[in-house]
């Protein structure tokens, strides 16, 4: 007579097979950046690249003695230089900062950091420790700004009820119509609003363009170890 064996009971352990571990929420992207730049400022540094490297090459082709290196050193101080102020200026906008690259020197600043920005004869950015930069990238157009009074009066004087100011002020972006005053009210008001955000908290953060005054230099020295020497 054979004895039934025992039915094994199912085990209480937990599996060991391993369970897929929650997924990381990815990184939220980083703010765009909105840019500010002068169109012609750029076109005509484009032209005058062009313009000194074909004067440069017709020296270094046919100049005779020490005009080659006399051209090719000229070259090399200019291009940088034309590149500082024309092409290399513009203004990068964000919520969270505001990084302005000039000729010589780029600036990022948190938007807790900015007290101001204004247009004057120049635009402007000041920050709550007094520090004033300019805006390269943002020329003020004296004429754009004549031209927009003028026609506020116009349309005062065809306004019967008197709505229309003659002032025109540059914080009223609806009396102006100047480009770089638009610009200007534009960065100012982003500052106000977002100024108490977690992400425009930080210090400000200033750079030398070593990519442009390394160049310069080399040029600048290199014509007057020609000039010397000659």
């Known amino acids: 007579m054979t004895t039934p064996e ?34 012609l400022g750029v076109a005509s540094g484009v032209f005058l690249v062009i313009l000194a490297a074909f004067f440069a090459g017709d020296a270094m082709v046919r100049g005779e003695g020490r005009t080659p290196w006399l051209a090719l050193a000229g070259l090399v101080l200019a291009v940088p230089l ?33 007290a101001d ?8 950015v000041f920050t709550q420790e007094g520090a004033k930069y300019q805006l390269w990238a943002i020329p003020v157009s004296l004429r754009q700004r004549k031209k927009a009074a003028r026609q506020a009066a116009r349309a005062s004087q065809d306004d019967p009820h008197g709505r229309t100011s003659v002032t025109a002020d540059v914080r009223d972006s609806a009396s102006r119509i100047a480009p770089s005053d638009k610009t ?26 070593y990519e442009i005054v390394g160049p310069a230099l080399a040029g600048l020295l290199l014509v007057v170890i020609l000039l010397a020497t000659g």
């Open 6 to 39: 025992p039915t094994p009971e199912p085990s209480h352990e937990p599996s060991r097979e391993s369970t897929p571990a929650p997924e990381q929420p990815s990184a939220a992207p980083a703010p765009a950046d909105k840019v500010y730049r002068s169109p």
């Open 82 to 114: 034309i590149i500082a102020f024309t092409i290399r200026p513009a203004v990068y906008a964000n919520d969270d900062r505001l990084r302005i690259r000039n000729p010589f020197r780029s600036i990022t600043l948190p938007w807790a950091t900015v």
């Open 117 to 124: 920005v204004r247009a004057g004869y120049s635009s402007e």
């Open 184 to 209: 200007v009210a534009e960065l100012r008001e982003r500052a106000e609003l977002r100024a108490g955000t977690p992400g425009a908290q930080g210090e400000p953060q200033v750079r030398w363009a």
